[in-house]
């Protein structure tokens, strides 16, 4: 079953535990799909969130994050890695879930590079396309905690502050 704007009109902390075990679908235009089941995720909670792309308010970049839940953010990390976020919550909220690692891709530019994703899918519904969706399998693994990574610049608050989710 497709995951649909409903699950994620809902606040980044609950969603982001909810899309590990389910599996991202990637259908590329010659009609071959990659399938990879999330293993990995971390929320980025609103403007007052350091470590969020938000925290300095509403720029071009950061405007898809004010937008409808479902929609993916898509930006450039390290001038060289694509990272793919799903924005949460209500609108004008400014929320994302990062999707960190998959099965056998431990780390959110080795997912993106095996699927192919780049910017071109930057501010596309997942929930309303035919080429990307999330499939939820009733599959439910474990849960762990832990800080997120790589956001040193954040300040201690927010760089250990649990919103880490990953499968047992």
């Known amino acids: 079953m497709k995951l649909d704007k409903v699950f994620f009109n809902r606040d980044c902390l609950e969603v ?10 990637y259908r590329l235009s010659d009609g071959s799909e990659f399938r990879v089941r999330i293993t990995e995720t971390e929320a980025y909670r ?18 898809i994050l004010y937008g409808e839940s ?10 060289i890695h ?14 994302c879930v990062l999707i960190r690692a998959g099965e056998n891709l431990n780390g959110p530019a ?9 910017k071109s899918l930057n501010g596309m519904s997942i929930c309303e396309s035919n080429d990307i969706w999330i499939e939820d399998d009733n ?30």
């Not at 982001?16 to 679908?25: E, F, M, N, Y």
């Not at 694509?82 to 929320?95: A, F, H, R, Y």
């Not at 080795?110 to 192919?116: A, D």
């Not at 693994?141 to 919103?163: L, Q």
């Open 46 to 63: 609103g403007e007052e969130d350091k470590a969020c792309h938000a925290s300095k308010g509403k720029t071009p970049r950061t405007e």
């Open 70 to 79: 479902g929609k993916i953010y898509i930006y450039l990390c390290y001038g």
């Open 110 to 118: 080795k997912l993106t590079k095996f699927l192919k994703i780049d």
């Open 16 to 25: 982001a535990p909810d899309l590990v075990g389910k599996i991202l679908v």
């Open 139 to 168: 599959f439910r693994p474990g849960i762990i905690t832990a800080p997120r990574v790589g956001i040193d610049y954040a300040g201690e608050y927010w760089k250990n502050i649990e919103w880490r989710f990953i499968a047992k």
């Open 82 to 95: 694509w990272l793919m976020n799903i924005v949460t919550g209500k609108k004008d909220m400014p929320q």
